[in-house]
């Protein structure tokens, strides 16, 4: 006799017999067991990808010593 879950009552397990089993997946009544994944292939192994090279530091601002904002001594 399966066991089985209805979308009914999905917190129940009901023993049915094979003629009931088959009437109630037929009418879409049953909760399908979710099955567990099959273990995954072992993924390849990753290339080593080298590190990026270091980018270059940026020049430090070169000023004239004055705001040159608009305001005070216009």
Do not use: C, F, H, N
Not at 44 to 57: I, N, R, S, T
Request: hydrophobic share 30%; net charge negative; no cysteine.
């Amino acid at each position: 006799m399966p066991t089985v879950r209805t979308t009914m009552r999905p917190d129940q397990t009901l023993e049915v017999d094979d003629a009931e089993y088959i009437d109630l997946k037929r009418q879409g009544l049953l909760v399908e067991e979710e099955v567990p994944p099959a273990p995954a292939a072992p993924a390849a192994p990753e290339k080593e990808v080298p590190p990026a090279p270091a980018a270059p530091a940026t020049p430090a601002k070169k000023t004239s010593g004055t705001s040159g904002g608009k305001g005070a001594d216009q």
